[in-house]
């Protein structure tokens, strides 16, 4: 694994995955604390499963906008 992967899962898939998740609860009507989605909690399986979600998601998150972004370029540019 290098620096690069590293950098993006580590804190960009996670960010994005965080507020994500944030604004997905929110939306829904059921708001949650972003110091217990970020796992900043008591409970050590919890934090551990909270900062999974979020990378998960917020890569997930990112290959849908990378894909948008590459639909919408070679539509406009072909």
Request: positive net charge.
């Amino acid at each position: 694994m290098n620096l690069f992967e590293l950098f993006i899962e580590g804190y960009v898939a996670n960010t994005v995955g965080l507020y994500s998740r944030y604004y997905f609860f929110w939306l829904l009507g059921k708001k949650k604390n972003i110091n217990y989605l970020s796992g900043k909690g008591k409970d050590k399986i919890n934090n551990a499963s909270q900062i999974f979600f979020n990378s998960i998601i917020g890569l997930l998150v990112l290959a849908l906008a990378l894909l948008g972004l590459f639909s919408l370029y070679f539509s406009i540019f072909e």
